[in-house]
T-cell receptor, first 111, second 111 residues
């Protein structure tokens, strides 16, 4: 089945630790996105990529890093510099000019 | 000033009635408009998108766009308990793939 797969579903981070969230899509979409959602708030864009080996910062990129080495993969690393990482992280993808579709999300909490 | 504004609700509507959700945006050049439904604890699901002024209907859902007044609305006819969710409005600027999301309206359908 075509879709966007995020893993893990739940993730816990220790103080000073970097963690990586996985996002894989088999829809052959060029563009991929990472959003963060906090309770009672809308989605805020962290990073996005419109082509392999290229990505741009979104509105809240500080404390996060990404890579886009393959078209189907766009992993997000939450670094220790992100002091308030607890949130629901959503990955999306889209064809050019088409609506974005989301994966099931990863919930990150601090231990 | 928020770029995309929605009434956070909660909006309560009797089963079988019409639910009306509204969204205003500040960028007059915005080109594309999306409505996502998000059940509690789940990721957003695209339900409607609209690019041109006027109405777009899909089953029980109608999206209405008025670019002169800078608002987009979503009507849900014959509301069902399964429509109870948070509805997110998203707006796309011209020449870009980035979406800006509102904070969402929580809708409750009362049986």
């Amino acid at each position: 089945d075509g879709g966007i797969t995020q893993s893990p579903k739940y993730l816990f981070r220790k103080e000073g630790q970097n963690v990586t969230l996985s996002c894989e899509q088999n829809l052959n979409h060029d563009a991929m996105y990472w959003y963060r959602q906090d309770p009672g708030q809308g989605l805020r864009l962290i990073y996005y990529s419109q082509i392999v080996n290229d990505f741009q910062k979104g509105d809240i990129a500080e404390g996060y890093s990404v890579s886009r080495e393959k078209k189907e993969s766009f992993p997000l690393t939450v670094t220790s510099a992100q002091k308030n990482p607890t949130a629901f992280y959503l990955c999306a993808s889209s064809d050019t000019g088409q609506p974005q579709h989301f994966g099931d999300g990863t919930r990150l909490s601090i231990l | 000033q928020k770029e995309v504004e929605q009434n956070s609700g909660p909006l309560s509507v009797p089963e079988g009635a019409i639910a009306s959700l509204n969204c205003t945006y500040s960028d007059r050049g915005s080109q594309s408009f999306f409505w996502y439904r998000q059940y509690s604890g789940k990721s957003p699901e695209l339900i409607m998108f609209i690019y041109s002024n006027g109405d777009k209907e899909d089953g029980r859902f109608t999206a209405q766009l008025n670019k002169a007044s800078q608002y987009v609305s979503l009507l849900i006819r014959d509301s069902q308990p399964s429509d109870s969710a948070t509805y997110l409005c998203a707006v796309q600027p011209p020449f870009g793939e980035k979406l800006t999301f509102g904070t969402g309206t929580r809708l409750t359908i009362i049986p």
